[in-house]
């Protein structure tokens, strides 16, 4: 059974198209060159296996460290996934070239925006032919400002784009100061998996460049198991007890979780 769970993180591919100074990825890339080489997709076969065990209407982010409209198969996974609530993070710069792949075939996308982008004009104008064309078909879309991005009035236009706002999420030289937390608890730990490219399984989508938070492996284990595996349980009561400061990578996180007051 797997009570509880309402979202998965399914990494289609760890590759990315674009340089933005901001990300985890390019500390990463500097610091342990060794992942750079070894970038790439998720076998398709591993991808059909684990939609097969995703309940209906559980959500999929078809996104994690890398841009999903590089995945080759992506209209073919969207399409096997319509039991499912199906949303992607882009920057949007193959907006355009998967636009048949994308609209009616899933539920929402989110378009990442960041301050100082070279980039910036024509991604909002990729984004703006993309809605005209859309028209009133699906997928909703957002756009997520990461710190203050200029120009950011012109989005206002794009009446039927919802805006939000976010914390860093493993985001590198992030402008504004963060409060970390010490004993909230994480909802992504209580509902919530990621699924890099190898099949490998955490409670948390955020850069694992140590594999520090692995619970289990798809190609090895069911969905079910992993989620009520004892690496998992021992994950869920370490935050429930005030000790997410004995976890690697939660005790530097940002994530204030639940209570917030």
Known sequence: ??????????ELTSRCNKSCWMCGRRKIDKDYPEIKMNYGDMDIDLVYKIIYQIPKGIIIHFHSNGE?????ELFSVLSWSYKQIRHFDTNGKLLLERINDIIDNCECITISTFPNDSEADKQFEDVKKFLEIKGDRKPR???RFTGDVQNRERWD???VINRILHAPMGSYNYEKRIVKPEIGICLEVLNHLAIDRFGNVSNCVRFDYKK???IGNLNKQTLDEIWNSKERKEMVKKHINGERNTLPLCKECDYWGIPRG
Not at 68 to 72: E, F, G, K, Q, R
């Open 157 to 159: 236009d794009l009446d």
């Open 141 to 143: 879309v957002m756009v």
């Open 68 to 72: 999903p409209l590089l995945y080759n």
């Open 212 to 214: 520090e938070l692995v």
């Open 1 to 10: 059974m797997l009570t509880g769970l309402y979202a998965i993180h399914l």
